[in-house]
């Protein structure tokens, strides 16, 4: 049986954060459309595989504020 692919972001709930991989910037969660996510950083091109759950990120760095600020830059891996 083959796994099933869940996207990260989609079905999270509102309020929520999104930490965008290509800019590392966390960000209210948010869609452009029913079922894509896209980066809201004007200058950052980030797509819906960049989408990381906040709360993902958080794991792996517990000192990380459970509610960022919008446009927060955070480093996957400590600031």
Not at 6 to 21: D, I, K, N, Y
Not at 63 to 69: D, H, R, V
Request: aromatic share 10%; glycine share 8%; charged share 30%.
């Amino acid at each position: 049986m083959t796994e099933r692919y869940e996207h990260p972001v989609l079905g999270v709930e509102h309020g929520a954060h999104t930490w965008c991989l290509h800019c590392e910037r966390v960000w209210p969660t948010r869609r452009r459309a029913e079922s894509a996510w896209h980066c809201p950083d004007e200058d950052c091109d980030g797509s819906p595989l960049d989408a990381w759950r906040w709360e993902r990120v958080r794991e792996a760095n517990p000192e990380y504020p459970e509610t960022p600020a919008s446009g927060e830059l955070r480093g996957l891996y400590g600031s």
